[in-house]
């Protein structure tokens, strides 16, 4: 049902109706089912004042006159994104952290992570130690139980499988002690934010551990609540057929029967890549790990958020049969570059994404 390398290579996102229409009866009923694609046209005047910048900039004024522009939403979830073939086709720069970047993480060592056993609090269970972390409580609290998994390394780029399966690890366990310590926080929430960009106000390597009480996260819930709909509506599982759709676009990830990955067709920012899995065991893990190594050393990424959406860690009214761990992993952009990624659009419309989908499937696919 998937794409071959090769041929994802020559695929591009604004050619997603023609794309689709090329599928198997079967699959691209699925699509459509699953999603709502709307191409346009932008189209615009150049002054000859602007002719000479242009074609610095674009190649050509051809090449910005006459703009296509595809809307793809989510039938089921309404998430969407909107993608620009001017934005979309810019290459993307795989290199190591610019040596900026390498000063600053250098220039910040020494700061209250890299001690966290007399500089950080402690939560009320104690800490979880593990072979590279620890945790710590949050001074400013998300919620009524919300952690901190601080590497041992202060380079947050720097990671291996085995620690990035220790994070997790220490991360579930302080998830335990937390319902251990309270029996209502059942709704478990995880979340990595490295550097700036991704919102972190320290750049030392670390993970955020939350456990909420009476209800799951909103967003989470929301996605719930679509799935089950999805399959009251359709008899089939909501998550399956997800993967399937981007699966028949070759836009899948290596992975397992077990766990699976895809770049996503409505990303809610740059590069997003979804992954799969029954549990947040050791398989999942390591595709994970394989996704962030290849961000970083392929794509060019150093700032990036991974969230990892779980269901209830115990018995609840609501019915989360077949709901599985779902991670979600974006690029956030330059840490030099001081324009932000999200405006209106993204907070109150749709994301606006300059990454195309194919593309980024083709590079992390090698």
């Known amino acids: 049902m998937s794409a071959g390398g090769e041929a994802l290579s020559g695929r591009r996102i604004t050619d997603l109706v023609a794309l689709i229409k090329g599928l198997p009866p079967e699959n691209r009923e699925l699509v459509d089912r699953l999603f709502e694609v709307i191409p346009t046209t932008g189209r615009l005047v150049v002054p000859e004042e602007m002719v000479g910048w242009v074609e610095k900039t674009f190649g050509s004024v051809r090449t910005v006159q006459e703009q296509r522009i595809v809307r793809v939403t989510n039938r089921v979830t309404l998430e969407g994104a909107l993608f620009n073939e001017l934005r979309a086709s810019r290459p993307f720069d795989a290199q190591e952290a610019a040596p900026d970047l390498q000063r600053e993480i250098e220039r910040t060592k020494g700061d209250p992570f890299c001690a966290p056993e007399k500089r950080t609090p402690a939560d009320v269970f104690g800490r979880v130690r593990g072979s590279h972390s620890t945790t710590a409580s949050n001074v400013a609290k998300y919620d009524g139980f919300h952690g901190l998994v601080i590497f041992d390394d202060h380079d947050p780029l720097d990671f291996t499988p085995e620690k990035v399966d220790d994070y997790v690890s220490v991360a579930l366990e302080w998830l335990e002690k937390a319902r251990e310590t309270d029996p209502e926080v059942k709704y478990p929430f995880l979340m990595w934010n490295c550097l700036w960009r991704a919102g972190s106000s320290v750049v030392h390597g670390h993970m955020q551990t939350t456990a909420a009480r009476g209800a799951h996260y909103p967003k989470i819930e929301h996605l719930r609540r679509a799935a089950l709909g999805y399959r009251d509506t359709h008899g089939s599982d909501y998550f399956s057929d997800l993967y ?86 974006i690029d956030r952009g330059d840490p030099s570059n001081r324009t932000s990624d999200i405006g209106a659009m993204e907070l109150y419309s749709a994301p606006v994404v300059s990454s195309d989908p194919f593309r980024v499937a083709h590079l992390l696919k090698g």
Do not use: C, Q
Request: hydrophobic share 40%; charged share 20%.
């Open 244 to 329: 399937l759709t981007h699966e028949s676009l070759g836009l899948a990830l290596p992975g397992s029967s077990e766990v699976r990955g895809f770049v996503s067709l409505t990303p809610i920012k740059e590069k997003e890549v979804v992954l799969l899995g029954p549990d947040l065991g050791e398989p999942l893990r390591r595709l994970l790990n394989g996704v962030l190594s290849r961000y970083t050393k392929d794509l060019g990424v150093s700032s990036f958020n991974v969230a990892f959406y779980m269901p209830p860690a115990s018995p609840t009214e609501e019915d989360w049969s077949r709901f599985p761990v779902v991670i979600r992993v």
